[in-house]
């Protein structure tokens, strides 16, 4: 079994982040919708991977990587949209094609509330994942998310309509 850790996103990544994304483009556009060619190009990768630091370092989200214990990236996973008349974010993660199934993202999201505890302002974390993406849900279920609602209206991602289901992690009274 693969350790898995969590390490905030540093501009210092850029290089093996940018492979990653290469690497996994085609697999994650079948999830989410694609993120464009000149995402894809290094020096535009490296811009928006500055303003996702300086975005971190204002305090608005936390970007992490997900890590084997060689160092290599397995995965990304993030708390944005910050929103303080709440004290809520909306969760991301996202893990490469070669290391689904390996309950990767369920010990990264289990390391991520755990160091959200931590943090006394963020009192509940919201997640979105497709109605197809099983996967998605079982990982949000196995650590501590509820089903809030699915989504009414269905939205276009990648050329198919898709329902959008919507989670909740509240952070426990003590």
């Known amino acids: 079994m ?3 850790k969590i390490h905030r996103l540093q501009e210092s990544d850029a290089e093996s982040l940018f492979h990653f994304e290469v690497a996994n483009r085609i697999y994650f556009n079948k999830m989410v919708p694609d993120r464009g060619e000149d ?3 290094f020096e535009t990768f ?3 991977l500055v303003q996702l630091v300086t975005e971190q370092s204002l305090g608005l989200s936390t970007f992490y990587l997900i890590k084997d214990e060689n160092g290599t990236i397995l995965g990304r996973i993030n708390l944005v949209d910050s929103n303080p008349s709440n004290n809520s974010v909306e969760l991301g993660y996202r893990i490469g094609e070669d290391n689904t199934g390996n309950g990767i993202a369920t010990k990264a999201l289990k390391i991520l509330l755990e160091k959200t505890t931590n943090l006394e302002v963020i009192q509940c974390i919201i997640a979105r994942t497709t109605q197809d ?3 998605s849900q079982k990982v949000l279920a196995k650590n501590g998310f509820i089903y ?3 989504d009414q209206d269905e939205v276009l991602l990648n050329g198919k309509f898709v329902s959008l289901l919507h989670y909740i992690w509240k952070r426990e009274a003590r």
């Open 2 to 4: 693969r350790e898995v």
């Open 39 to 41: 995402y894809y190009k």
């Open 46 to 48: 490296n811009d928006k």
């Open 133 to 135: 993406n099983v996967a």
């Open 148 to 150: 809030a609602y699915t």
